[in-house]
Antibody, heavy 124, light 108 residues
Framework: EVQLLDSGGDLVQPGGSLRLSCAAS????????MTWVRQAPGKGLEWVSV????????DYADSVKGRFTISRDNSKNTLYLHMNSLRAEDTAVYYC?????????????????WGQGTLVTVSS | SYELTQPPSVSVSPGQAAKITCSGD??????AYWYQRKSGQAPVLVIY???RRPSGIPERFSGSSSGTMATLTISGAQVEDEADYYC???????????FGGGTKLTVL
């Protein structure tokens, strides 16, 4: 059974940094791209970032580009999201999700399954 | 930027059919995917590639797409189907991923 376990969420001050983790099991981790999606309080889902199975390619939403960095350690079956220069509007539950292909192409690709989410709160 | 538009809410009585729409200019050429998110839980894929149902999803869930609109239909909605539903797709370039704004389904 494919399982994704998100962790690392915390209360952080504006301008601060945080690293989220997603531990994967039940599939060949390096064969699939992985994605981060977030949901701010009272808002809808927002796609954040994707990384290829090899880790060699990545893409970001404009709202986080230059501040967030996605990475993965295939030897540990773990996905990361490094968040810098955090803003109040980054407050959200962050979910990791498994793509259906190795590359970061969006076509013919979807997210399934998802982790349970981890809460990031940016506030002074 | 590309947008997918959903109605904010849909309300039906138990046993009635619930239809949730998602409109987007690229939908004639791009697949739509549907996610169910119950309160406090992770999103769950209920329809992929416009109309395909993952294993384990009840048969009452179906999807269709015509022109610029994709539709999720829950035939005979149950109280346990109350949730937020999100469509997901890409823009015409296939490079940018986007979620619809979400539709709150109430069954009562």
């Amino acid at each position: 059974e494919v399982q994704l376990l998100d962790s690392g969420g915390d209360l952080v001050q504006p301008g601060g940094s945080l690293r989220l983790s997603c531990a994967a099991s039940g599939f060949t981790f390096s064969s699939y791209a992985m994605t981060w999606v977030r949901q701010a309080p009272g808002k809808g889902l927002e796609w954040v970032s994707v990384i290829s199975g090899s880790g060699g390619s990545a893409d970001y939403a404009d709202s986080v580009k230059g501040r967030f960095t996605i990475s993965r350690d295939n030897s540990k079956n773990t996905l990361y999201l490094h968040m810098n220069s955090l803003r109040a509007e980054d407050t959200a539950v962050y979910y990791c999700a498994k793509d259906q292909i190795m590359g970061i192409a969006a076509d013919y690709n979807w997210l399934d399954p998802w982790g349970q989410g981890t809460l990031v709160t940016v506030s002074s | 930027s590309y947008e997918l538009t959903q109605p904010p809410s849909v309300s039906v009585s138990p046993g009635q059919a619930a239809k949730i729409t998602c409109s987007g200019d690229a939908l004639p050429k791009k697949y739509a995917y549907w996610y169910q998110r119950k309160s406090g839980q992770a999103p769950v894929l209920v329809i992929y590639e416009d109309s395909r149902r993952p294993s384990g999803i009840p048969e009452r869930f179906s999807g269709s797409s015509s022109g610029t609109m994709a539709t999720l239909t829950i035939s005979g909605a149950q109280v346990e189907d109350e949730a937020d539903y999100y469509c997901y797709s890409t823009d015409s370039s296939g490079n940018h991923r986007v979620f619809g704004g979400g539709t709150k389904l109430t069954v009562l």
